[in-house]
């Protein structure tokens, strides 16, 4: 008996399902893609939130860095060069209508007289 | 077979692409799971099963010219399964394998699909399953045995009871259409 001889003859069966298949086999299709659509957005929520989650890790690491490489000495120096590099605009001739020798002989004249009393 | 736009529209999951496919192939793995599962309510519940499979998972196909034969190994694999939830297979017999039965072509070239169809559906679900896989698909008993989880001897055992059976039932039909006839 040869093999091909019933696979031949079978292959040409034909039998025809019920009218509903169609449609039980659409709605498992339907549900399926429900399914893969949930699946989906929750993948996305999922990276969403992971990624969120890696900034606000990285945001408080930087600025705890920040804090702690802002100290005291840092804040002097930044202070002094501030100081140094960027005198004020105005002149003592431009504030007190003299120059700074002046107010400062009048500051040791004043220094040298004797202090008046005041009387009652 | 389906044309390489029916497959297309067919892998990116359209609907129509999905019925009308749907609608070209059912009769024909119908009549596969049919052979394989007596109930027919069972058998179109199957292939429905196969249906979803095949179309959820074509990614795995490249071909449409293969779509046909694919579909049908699922179909039969979807059976194989069921036969295997159900412990189909649990009380077999194992028969002496050297009595070989010799299932005649000229019995059965007189035979129709149809009537073949109707003679394999009367054997129990054991001797069909092996009879389908090893006549029809092709298979031999150690891949047979592999896929339903037997020994090749009782793969070989129900073979022969199925032909044993089938043969019988030909001849009987073929006896009473003699006697009609005279």
């Known amino acids: 008996?040869?093999?091909?001889?019933?696979?031949?003859?079978?292959?040409?069966?034909?039998?025809?399902?019920?009218?509903?298949?169609?449609?039980?086999?659409?709605?498992?299709?339907?549900?399926?893609?429900?399914?893969?659509?949930?699946?989906?957005?929750?993948?996305l929520r999922y990276r969403?939130?992971?990624?969120?989650?890696?900034?606000?890790?990285?945001?408080?690491?930087?600025?705890?860095?920040?804090?702690?490489?802002n100290n005291q000495a840092d804040n002097s120096k930044y202070r002094q060069v501030v100081v140094e590099e960027a005198p004020?605009?105005?002149s003592a001739r431009d504030i007190y209508g003299t120059s700074v020798t002046v107010i400062y002989e009048g500051v040791q004249k004043a220094a040298l007289q004797p202090k008046e009393r005041k009387n009652g | 077979m389906?044309?390489?736009?029916?497959?297309?529209?067919?892998?990116?999951?359209?609907?129509?692409?999905?019925?009308?496919?749907?609608?070209?192939?059912?009769?024909?793995?119908?009549?596969?799971?049919?052979r394989y599962i007596a109930n027919e309510q069972d058998a179109e519940d199957i292939m429905i099963k196969g249906f979803f499979n095949a179309f959820t998972k074509l990614d795995q196909l490249d071909e449409p010219e293969a779509l046909e034969a694919w579909m049908r190994r699922i179909m039969v694999?979807?059976?194989?399964m069921y036969h295997r939830r159900n412990k189909k297979f649990k009380s077999t017999l194992e028969l002496n394998v050297a009595h070989e039965v010799i299932l005649e072509d000229h019995l059965l070239d007189q035979l129709t699909a149809q009537e073949i169809f109707s003679y394999i559906d009367e054997l129990p679900d054991g001797y069909r399953t092996v009879f389908n896989l090893y006549c029809i698909e092709g298979y031999k008993h150690r891949e047979i045995a592999d896929m339903l989880d037997i020994s090749i001897n009782t793969s070989k055992s129900q073979l022969i009871l199925a032909r044993k059976r089938l043969r019988a039932r030909i001849e009987a039909i073929n006896k009473i259409k003699r006697s009609n006839e005279q």
């Open chain 1, 88 to 90: 004020s605009p105005f």
């Open chain 1, 1 to 43: 008996m040869s093999n091909n001889h019933w696979s031949e003859k079978m292959d040409g069966l034909q039998m025809s399902p019920s009218a509903t298949a169609w449609g039980k086999l659409e709605d498992q299709l339907d549900n399926q893609e429900e399914k893969q659509l949930l699946l989906a957005q929750f993948r």
């Open chain 2, 2 to 34: 389906v044309d390489q736009q029916t497959f297309m529209a067919l892998k990116k999951g359209d609907r129509r692409a999905q019925k009308a496919v749907y609608d070209k192939l059912s009769p024909q793995m119908y009549a596969v799971c049919r």
């Open chain 1, 48 to 69: 969403m939130a992971a990624a969120s989650v890696v900034l606000i890790f990285f945001s408080a690491a930087f600025l705890l860095l920040l804090t702690l490489s």
């Open chain 2, 77 to 80: 694999n979807e059976c194989l």
